[in-house]
């Protein structure tokens, strides 16, 4: 009668392991973000007037261009979920008591996919010519102003 | 008598600092982050909603704030870069100090560059 030996066995295949994708998220999202965000600083704050020529025209202007709608859209997306990892890394370090601390990481993921289905939702239902808006609050493009 | 810590690349001296700095300027970033998505998120209510609270951004005490905001961005930014380098590049840990200084420098030129623009904006 043979016998038959189990052949040695590495641990059971782990279930995916977050923490190494979050780390792995922070630096790719990171560098994109450097990009994204200096371009954002440097197309509202550097050219031309900078904070002083921003307003809902201005806005306008930049979201009838789909170039600007993904830019911002890109920048929302990553940004909000690498703050709020990045807090989250934070939370995990101080809070001390377990109930605390998991509540205080649900309240920073449901903040996070409130504002990025409220941001997403602006940015592509926007409309640069309102009919609540006054010519002069509007950007020159819009009939109203183009008598 | 025992000596003080020589420091690693995580205790004291400048890995600390550096990690430190990171995240204070990583919650400050976010905070803002979630005020200014909400700020812009105005446009969808009416242009003179946004308007009116588009013009607090352009107030000496706001305007002045965005100069620490652009800091603190400039700084995670190129620390961040700094981080990734320590990471993945073979020398990295050995000259995260001397990347750190690197990283206050370039934070500090640019600041230097945007600060008086940005001050006549607000200002001028």
Known sequence: MSIVIEP??????????????????????????IILVFGHLFANLWVG?????????FVAGKWSDPFWQVWDLLMLWLALIHGTNGMRTIVNDYAEREKTRKRLVWILWATCV?????G?????????????GTPENLPSFCPVNQS | ???????????????????????????????????HVLD????RLSPEAYDVVIATYKTPIIGLAELGLVAAILFHA????????????????????????VVVSIAFVIFAIFTPRHLGNVFG
């Open chain 1, 114 to 118: 409130a504002l990025i289905v409220l």
């Open chain 2, 40 to 43: 812009t998120s105005l446009v």
């Open chain 1, 49 to 57: 007037e900078g904070i002083k020529a921003i307003d809902f025209a």
């Open chain 2, 78 to 101: 190129f620390n961040g870069i700094r981080i990734i380098l320590i990471d993945f590049w073979s020398k990295g840990s050995k000259y995260q100090n001397a990347m750190f200084w």
């Open chain 2, 1 to 35: 008598m025992p000596s003080k810590p020589a420091g690693t690349l995580y205790r004291g001296k400048v890995g600390m600092w550096s990690w430190v700095l990171h995240r204070i300027t990583g919650v400050a970033i976010f905070f803002f982050l979630l005020v």
């Open chain 1, 120 to 132: 997403t939702l602006v940015i592509y239902t926007f409309d640069p010519c309102p009919a609540n």
């Open chain 1, 8 to 33: 040695p066995r590495t641990a059971k295949p782990k279930r995916t392991n977050w923490e190494k994708w979050g780390w792995i998220y922070m630096r790719v999202s990171g560098v994109a973000l």
